[in-house]
Nanobody, 125 residues
Framework: QLQLVESGGGLVQPGGSLKLSCAAS????????IGWFRQAPGKEREGVSS????????YYANSVKGRFTISRDNAKNTAYLQMNSLKPEDTGVYYC??????????????????WGQGTQVTVSS
């Protein structure tokens, strides 16, 4: 059974950077597409970015395009989300998820069956 654990969250000033990691165990990550989601207080969870199994295609929400970069290292069974030029509105709990994307440019919660516990990202001065 695939298990995911996120790490790398924390408190950062606006304009700063963080790199989130999503470590997988119990199964090989290269069988799955990976998605990153976030949920801010009082808001619905939103899809941030996704990457296909062979890393051939990536998707970014408009709100993070040009600032975030998703990647994966299947040999290390780990996926990453590099976040640059962070803004206060990027604050939230970030989750990684594994599944099979039905449409590669649509990141939908229903396509992901395995989820991590989340890591808090706070962008504040």
């Amino acid at each position: 059974q695939l298990q995911l654990v996120e790490s790398g969250g924390g408190l950062v000033q606006p304009g700063g950077s963080l790199k989130l990691s999503c470590a997988a165990s119990g199964s090989t990550l290269d069988d799955y597409d990976i998605g990153w989601f976030r949920q801010a207080p009082g808001k619905e969870r939103e899809g941030v970015s996704s990457i296909t199994r062979n890393a051939g295609r990536t998707y970014y929400a408009n709100s993070v395009k040009g600032r975030f970069t998703i990647s994966r290292d299947n040999a290390k069974n780990t996926a990453y989300l590099q976040m640059n030029s962070l803004k206060p509105e990027d604050t939230g709990v970030y989750y990684c998820a594994a599944g099979v994307l039905r449409i590669w440019y649509l990141i939908r919660s229903a396509d992901f069956g395995s989820w991590g516990q989340g890591t808090q990202v706070t962008v504040s001065s």
